[in-house]
């Protein structure tokens, strides 16, 4: 059972990137060292913390003209309805949260983003009251060391209704953390995820080489990213990592240039879909290799064959025929 903290009001991204290097830091130094006081170590070192966070009062109807520059960057139609790709934007910085707590085990620096599975339960409209909470769960085994899943709810006032508004699951791994370290761990394979350096919310790839098996479908979009990219999504969701603003804070963490956000991209597919998503949908994605700034990438949306209304989407890179990344968006 998750104790639940109430907070005052959804903490900024800026300061928890801040302790969030801090606790990698000891985390570090205790895997290092564990018999060094307070940083600990020991079997039980990758337990999760038992607690949910909580904001009450998240008002929604001062952020019109963040929706709109959402929308505009996005590519999403215009709507008071806020798409699922920006809800996880409001979300996000609670869940950061919980990462950051001192008795989170794993270290926020170096998580690298796997996948995302939200569902957008019924509409949530600018001027709604929102509850939002966030908390995390399931860590287990992965065959490049443990992931966990970092779950978010957003609830809209006055709605009695028992399933959540809008329900986010991210899944991250911590590299080089013993599987064996996980109650029940079977070396289970969770995928390859992102590049190395990555903190939640970032696109990326696990170093493998592009496969030549994979062909890609018939694009129907192509998207040219500008070098700016990376810092235009940063504004708007206070995800302001170095290796989205520049090339040269990029290099500091081993890529060649700056990159994209992940979830840039998955919500930019989610904005492809449009309006043909409907009200209520399940939107799934599932990262690979990074997308370089400035970069071209290929989109094919096409219907889903096994869901009805559905659509699968995927992105890629058409001269080195590397995937960035594939999801799907299924009506509710």
Do not use: C
């Amino acid at each position: 059972m998750l104790a639940v903290e109430t907070l005052p009001s959804v903490p900024r991204l800026t300061g928890l990137y801040a302790r969030g290097a801090a606790s990698s830091g000891r985390i570090a130094a205790g895997r290092a060292l564990p018999s060094l006081p307070v940083i600990g170590g020991g079997e039980d070192s990758l337990t999760l913390p038992p607690v949910a966070y909580r904001v009450a009062e998240v008002d929604t109807a001062d952020m019109a003209s963040h929706l709109r520059d959402y929308q505009r960057l996005l590519h999403e139609p215009v709507s008071d309805h806020l798409p699922s790709g920006y809800l996880h934007v409001l979300a996000f910085p609670l869940a950061t949260a919980v990462m950051v707590r001192a008795d989170f085990p794993l270290p926020l620096l170096g998580m690298v983003h796997l996948a995302n599975d939200a569902a957008l339960a019924r509409p949530v409209r600018l001027g709604d009251r929102l509850e939002v909470r966030a908390w995390a769960e399931d860590l287990r085994a992965h065959r490049r060391g443990v992931q966990v899943d970092l779950v978010a709810e957003v609830r809209v006032q006055g709605d009695d209704d028992a399933v959540p508004a809008w329900r986010g699951v991210s899944t991250y791994l911590a590299r080089g953390f013993d599987p064996s370290e996980v109650e029940g761990a079977d070396g289970a394979d969770g995928g390859d995820g992102q590049a190395p350096g990555d903190v939640p919310g970032d696109a990326g790839g696990d170093g493998t080489a592009p496969s030549d098996a994979w062909a890609p479908p018939l694009p129907t979009g192509r998207w040219v990213l500008p070098a700016g990219t990376g810092r235009a999504y940063g504004a708007l969701s206070g995800d302001r990592n170095p290796i989205h603003m520049s090339a040269l804070s990029a290099k500091a963490f081993g890529f060649p240039r700056a990159i994209a956000h992940g979830m840039y991209t998955a919500a930019r597919a989610l904005a492809d879909v449009g309006m043909a998503r409907g009200d209520a949908y399940r939107w799934t994605v599932r990262f690979a290799k990074p997308v370089l700034l400035p970069g071209t990438v290929d989109v094919a949306v096409t219907p889903a064959e096994d869901a009805p209304g559905g659509f699968t989407y995927v992105g890629w890179n058409a001269l080195r025929r590397q995937k960035h990344f594939e999801g799907t968006v299924t009506p509710l």
